[in-house]
T-cell receptor
Framework: DVKVTQSSRYLVKRTGEKVFLECVQD?????MFWYRQDPGLGLRLIYF???????EKGDIPEGYSVSREKKERFSLILESASTNQTSMYLC???????????FGNGTRLTVT | KQEVTQIPAALSVPEGENLVLNCSFT??????LQWFRQDPGKGLTSLLL?????REQTSGRLNASLDKSSGRSTLYIAASQPGDSATYLC????????????FGKGTSLLVTP
């Protein structure tokens, strides 16, 4: 079974802090994605990557950056956390464009 | 941008009923369409994936159909069980979104014993 692991289940940070959310997949998948999920807004795509050191902006990249130095790891970085970034963050991976998407269990981030 | 809509937002049915969840999308040039299940506080689990060239996919009691011309997909759940209670999301990918999935807001399903 594919396993997508997000390093933290719950995270509380202060406004202005630099925050790192880590995601690791164990199936040698090419594609990795970061979404955030908010009540009433659904899942929105932040960034995605189709290969090591490659990244593409999603629908809401402002205030975020990503890093993919190794194929199995995709990190989401909040450069200066703000309260409007309080959300559930979901990482996902897939082997090809037409393969099922596999999600981690999410990181619930609270910025105070 | 692909817009995905799911109706109804919530649904409650008695155990044993067959039910249909609806999903519509605005851009018929989809690459594929996927259905997911999400339990409270958890990530999403992939249920079915329909390629653009396919009309339907089946897995156990689940059957998903795709009609690109009308911009619709349905998820049929046969003989519903309390364990089917969850939020069901559909998502569509297009080449102009880099093949990333655009999600609907989901249908929250409650199956009562």
């Amino acid at each position: 079974d594919v396993k997508v692991t997000q390093s933290s289940r719950y995270l509380v940070k202060r406004t202005g802090e630099k925050v790192f959310l880590e995601c690791v997949q164990d199936m040698d998948h090419e594609n990795m994605f970061w979404y955030r999920q908010d009540p009433g807004l659904g899942l929105r795509l932040i960034y995605f990557s189709y290969d090591v050191k490659m990244k593409e902006k999603g629908d809401i990249p402002e205030g975020y950056s990503v890093s993919r130095e190794k194929k199995e790891r995709f990190s989401l970085i909040l450069e200066s956390a703000s309260t409007n970034q309080t959300s559930m963050y979901l990482c996902a991976s897939s082997s090809e464009y037409d393969s099922p998407l596999h999600f981690g269990n999410g990181t619930r981030l609270t910025v105070t | 941008k692909q817009e995905v809509t799911q109706i109804p937002a919530a649904l409650s049915v008695p155990e044993g009923e067959n039910l249909v969840l609806n999903c519509s999308f605005t851009d018929s040039a989809i690459y594929n369409l996927q259905w997911f299940r999400q339990d409270p506080g958890k990530g999403l689990t992939s249920l079915l994936l329909i390629q653009s060239s396919q009309r339907e996919q089946t897995s156990g009691r689940l059957n998903a159909s795709l009609d690109k011309s009308s911009g619709r997909s349905t998820l049929y759940i046969a003989a519903s069980q309390p364990g089917d209670s969850a939020t069901y999301l559909c998502a569509a990918s297009n080449s102009n979104s880099g093949y990333a999935l655009n999600f609907g807001k989901g249908t929250s399903l409650l199956v009562t014993p």
